[in-house]
T-cell receptor, first 114, second 116 residues
Framework: AQTVTQSQPEMSVQEAETVTLSCTYD???????LFWYKQPPSRQMILVIR??????QNATENRFSVNFQKAAKSFSLKISDSQLGDAAMYFC???????????FGKGITLSVRP | EAGVAQSPRYKIIEKRQSVAFWCNPI?????LYWYQQILGQGPKLLIQ????????DSQLPKDRFSAERLKGVDSTLKIQPAKLEDSAVYLC??????????????FGPGTRLTVL
């Protein structure tokens, strides 16, 4: 069975600084997708960034980028120039192509200090 | 484009009572999911529909939970009877069909259930 592990329950970052959120996963599949979701206090889950496992190039979306290490089964999220609006829970998630069910990690609470 | 709608947003019930949650997915989305998110944990899939057929309900406690998606649009999740451990946020998500390799799911705001 696929598992997603987020070992850091909380992190804090100073506004305008950079923070990295860690995630590891376990799978025997060769094709899969990885995601980072943001869940603000209002609870609406929003997709931040996604990565296809067959792509070697790390995904980037504006201030958000990932470090995808397939051999190590690691998928970290870097947030640059942190903003107050980045404060939320962040979930790492995994999905295969054949079955689009998402398997989530436990999440990490990110706080941003002004 | 309207997002995924869910109601009610909050529900408080006594244990052994029944409760139902409603979800209206994004128009045209064939796949619909119900997730259970217990406080401090990530969401866990309860059931996945493709149109009005069940694709995966392996994690659904079928002795007390049921779900349906009549006509392949709206969906209802029911709990009968509720237990204390059912206190959670119930998230509905939907995804478009075909030609979408990224498996992106769009989530609703959730229903927060408290069982006393």
């Amino acid at each position: 069975a696929q598992t997603v592990t987020q070992s850091q329950p909380e992190m804090s970052v100073q506004e305008a600084e950079t923070v990295t959120l860690s995630c590891t996963y376990d799978t025997s599949e060769s094709d899969y997708y990885l995601f980072w979701y943001k869940q603000p206090p209002s609870r609406q889950m929003i997709l931040v960034i996604r990565q296809e496992a067959y792509k070697q190039q790390n995904a980037t979306e504006n201030r958000f980028s990932v470090n995808f290490q397939k051999a190590a089964k690691s998928f970290s999220l870097k947030i640059s120039d942190s903003q107050l609006g980045d404060a939320a829970m962040y979930f790492c998630a995994y999905s295969t192509g054949a079955n689009s069910k998402l398997t989530f990690g436990k999440g990490i609470t990110l706080s941003v200090r002004p | 484009e309207a997002g995924v709608a869910q109601s009610p947003r909050y529900k408080i019930i006594e244990k052994r009572q029944s409760v139902a949650f409603w979800c209206n997915p994004i128009s045209g989305h064939a796949t619909l999911y119900w997730y259970q998110q217990i406080l401090g944990q990530g969401p866990k899939l309860l059931i996945q529909f493709q149109n009005n057929g069940v694709v995966d309900d392996s994690q659904l406690p079928k002795d007390r939970f049921s779900a349906e998606r009549l006509k392949g649009v709206d969906s209802t999740l029911k709990i009968q009877p509720a237990k204390l451990e059912d206190s959670a946020v119930y998230l509905c998500a939907s995804r478009g069909a075909g030609g979408f390799p990224y498996n992106e799911q769009f989530f609703g705001p959730g229903t927060r259930l408290t069982v006393l």
